[in-house]
């Protein structure tokens, strides 16, 4: 689990053009996000996506290997 104080890089989201997938750019932005957040002392990463993504959740799961921890929910105001 997470401690409260930890440091932790947070990415709301990131869009490469559906032409450009598999292309690596999705690779190389993330880890560039990642080196950024490790250099100022974050020890997590978090992404924020849709659960049922075709193209997001393997991506962040198979490629760069993030674990899906948590549920999250929406309602319409």
Do not use: C, Q
Not at 7 to 12: A, G
Not at 54 to 77: A, C, I, Q, W
Request: net charge negative.
């Amino acid at each position: 689990m997470w401690e409260v104080a930890e440091p932790i890089l947070k990415v709301d989201s990131i869009m490469v053009l559906e032409d450009e997938r598999g292309a690596g750019v999705g690779t190389a932005l993330m880890s560039a996000a990642e080196s950024w957040g490790r250099e100022r002392g974050a020890t997590r990463a978090v992404v924020i996506s849709y659960a049922n993504s075709p193209s997001s959740v393997p991506f962040y799961e198979e490629r760069m290997r993030h674990e899906r921890h948590t549920l999250g929910f929406v309602k319409r105001l």
